[in-house]
């Protein structure tokens, strides 16, 4: 089964009140310069071109007939979809499942978790270990949590998320900006320390859950390593998330980094990943390359995940932002699951 990941930049944009197309010619928001007609094309080329066996949709649509409309109408196949609503959010997260190809269960191959019904999603509180205030986090889009059955009677869970992001694009007077760094560095760490302590750590040890196989992917907006603000913070969100070498039995494998070669895996040497880019306000709008979206899995079954890959060529070598330009500001990245 191949896997396509994919943060799709504000589907939202795409859709009336009734949850219907808006006409081709409307300018979306968050892309003035193209037409709705335009980002639907591109979007569904890249995702024909790659030809997935499942999808998981980052900054999806906000109902799940919406998402279910756009893989209908414009993306090759017949699709089972479900999405993950979140009370008051503009990007929710989904996943859809190819269903013409007698991979999956024909009924109901996708089983759905509502994590706004689970206490680990859930607001939740932090007290500062500096001055002992309680500090209260939630998830801007609640995770989208399924599992999906294979013909075969085999399944996996998938776990999708879109944490919150670091990023500040504007230029402010140093000290806030620092302030807002920091601000920011701390609900996503916040975030990812919940998942890990109070769902990650419990699935992948309990009985019920610890043999099923378990991906985790998505927008986590952060990368290896500490940048500064990290530093004063002793924590990285995706290597919280990944788990703790005191319970290596606890860990999550990344799918990207197993890609690297061996020297740049011995050298932590992560220049070759990045999956977008954005023009940097504070350094005069040079060009910033980032890795933040992720593909993690368990490894309660031997090499199930692999072959990951960052679409920035289309498989006909044109580049993604020549060939299809208004798609999405994050690149696709794909991976095979195989079961066994």
């Avoid at 399924?146 to 776990?159: N, S, Y």
Wanted: glycine letters at 6%.
């Amino acid at each position: 089964m191949k896997l396509l990941l994919w943060n799709m930049e504000w589907m939202n944009d795409l859709f009336d009140q009734d949850g219907n197309f808006q006409p081709d010619d409307h300018p979306p928001s968050h892309h003035r310069q193209t037409t709705v007609r335009t980002r639907r094309d591109h979007l569904s080329g890249v995702i024909d071109e790659l030809d997935p066996d499942i999808v998981v949709v980052v900054e999806g649509p906000n109902r799940e007939k919406e998402l279910k409309l756009f893989f209908d109408a414009d993306v090759q196949g017949s699709w089972e979809v479900k999405l993950q609503p979140t009370s008051g959010a503009s990007q929710c997260i989904g996943c859809a499942v190819r269903t013409d190809r007698n991979l999956f269960l024909a009924q109901s191959p996708i089983e759905f978790f509502d994590t706004q019904q689970m206490s680990a999603f859930k607001p939740f509180e932090v007290p500062n270990e500096n001055d002992g205030i309680i500090e209260k986090y939630r998830f801007e889009r609640s995770p989208l949590y399924v599992e999906i059955k294979t013909v075969d009677g085999q399944a996996f869970r998938l776990m999708g998320l879109h944490l919150k992001s670091k990023g500040i694009f504007n230029a402010y007077e140093w000290s806030k900006w620092w302030a807002m760094a920091d601000a920011n560095r701390k609900k996503l760490l916040a975030q990812a320390t919940q998942i890990r302590v109070n769902f990650l750590d419990k699935y992948l040890g309990e009985a019920d859950t610890q043999r099923i196989p378990l991906i985790v992917c998505g927008d986590v907006n952060d990368g290896p390593g500490l940048d500064a603000s990290e530093k004063r913070l002793f924590g990285s969100a995706i290597e919280r998330l990944m788990g703790n070498v005191w319970r290596p039995f606890l860990s999550l494998g990344n799918a990207l980094f197993d890609s690297l070669s061996e020297t740049d895996q011995e050298r932590l040497r992560f220049e070759k990943i990045y999956t977008t880019s954005f023009k940097d306000p504070i350094f005069n709008n040079v060009w910033q390359k980032e890795w933040i979206d992720h593909i993690l899995y368990s490894y309660n079954r031997a090499e199930w995940v692999k072959n990951a890959q960052i679409h920035i060529e289309m498989p006909d070598g044109k580049k993604i932002w020549e060939k299809y330009p208004h798609a999405s500001d994050h690149f696709p990245i794909t991976a095979e699951i195989v079961l066994g």
